[in-house]
């Protein structure tokens, strides 16, 4: 019995990825088109939003950018595609991008049910919740009956009921898909309550209060109610695609730990450090292995940074944003960026 029932839902995963499940296939489309194509949010400050030219910016455009870095030795050949959460797997899973790059939690459904595989975590996030200072409130546990804005198809959804009724507490969910929207209906007063990724609230609070209304009229509460692992993901079957977003962003966290920067890259091709050496390709095996240049990861560190120089640039103590590195402060010092060995 139990054996028909795993059939059954292997039988269902392969349904819905059928097409795509062939090893090599999702990186011949990219190379064949020049391009890598990557979903990514409709616009939130720090992590990606096209800036005043239309040129996408932020930590989660520097994952495309780091996947291009290898593929193509550019990190420009990327076309950005402005997804909502809910239309997010879809366009995934048909095909119109390869890849996401957006604030979206790995989670075990998604994984699985979806037909999605998830890289290395780009951002280790938690779920919180956004208020007016003036009301008042210092704890999510004095949210009692509040009217709160969410966004669906997101774990934020999920993780709000779960929240509210294991603390025994009522609220009025107020559902937008458009970010625009869903912070347009918080700022304008219709709920007391913003609820998304704690990133999110730093960024909306940074970036979108409508004059006269500013930053600091508002304040992300303590509570960090859920994990949100962010993470690239990509359609399950092309291992190769995958093993190289994953290695583009273990590439940017190596050579933090190893002090490799965009500015000094130059210099470090002069090192006898072992482990530089076979990062940088100067001892060649590496690309090799990937199927790429030996240049890919140079070629990363050079034209995107270190994730160390990302995180400072687009939402770090160098941004508007302000954030802590916190858990995402490298495991030698605390934190749980940590890459796996390149060797
Ligand atoms: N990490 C949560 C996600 C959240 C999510 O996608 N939230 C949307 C709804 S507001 C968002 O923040 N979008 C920002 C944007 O598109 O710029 C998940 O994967 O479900």
């Known amino acids: 019995m139990g054996r028909f029932l795993n059939a059954a839902a292997i039988g269902c995963v392969v349904l819905s ?13 990219v190379k064949a088109r020049g391009q890598l194509v990557c979903g990514t949010m409709e616009g939130t400050a720090g992590f990606a939003r096209a800036d005043s030219q ?3 910016v932020g930590l989660d455009v520097d994952v495309c950018r780091a996947v291009a870095a290898t593929i193509f030795g550019d990190s420009e050949k990327v076309k950005y595609v402005p997804l909502s959460a809910q239309q997010r797997f879809t366009a995934l899973q048909s095909g119109e991008v390869d890849m996401l790059s957006n604030n979206t939690t790995a989670t075990l459904t998604r994984d699985t049910v979806l037909g999605l595989d998830f890289g290395a975590v780009t951002y280790y996030d938690g779920q919180g919740f956004l208020v007016n200072k003036k009301l008042g409130v210092k704890s999510a546990k004095e949210l009692e009956g509040a009217t709160v804005c969410v966004a669906p198809g997101t774990t934020t959804e999920l993780n709000l009921a779960d929240y509210f009724r294991a603390n025994k507490m009522t609220f009025k969910p107020v559902v937008i898909e458009k970010v625009d929207e869903v912070r347009a209906a918080f700022f304008s007063g219709r709920c007391d309550v913003y609820t998304n990724d704690s990133s999110s609230l730093y960024a909306t609070r940074a970036a979108n209060p409508p004059p006269p209304l500013t930053p600091e009229d508002f304040v992300v509460l303590p509570e960090i109610i859920s994990k949100e692992p962010l993470a ?7 291992n190769q695609f995958g093993d190289i977003v994953r290695w583009s962003q273990y590439a940017m966290v190596d050579a933090e730990e190893n002090g490799i920067t965009s500015k000094n890259v130059d210099e470090m091709l002069k090192t006898e450090n072992p482990s530089i050496k076979r990062l940088l390709g100067v001892t060649p095996g590496m690309g090799k292995a990937l199927g790429v240049d030996e ?10 940074g270190n994730y160390g120089e990302s995180f ?8 508007p944003l302000k954030i802590v590195r916190g858990l995402n402060a490298l495991w030698k010092n605390g934190g749980l960026q940590y890459a796996e060995p390149i060797r």
């Open 295 to 304: 240049k890919w990861a140079y070629n990363i560190i050079k034209q995107v």
């Open 312 to 319: 400072e640039r687009n939402v770090g103590m160098g941004s």
């Open 54 to 56: 239309g040129k996408w």
């Open 17 to 29: 990825v059928s097409g795509t499940a062939w090893a090599g296939k999702d990186l011949d489309t």
């Open 232 to 238: 690239p993901a990509f359609r399950h079957g092309d």
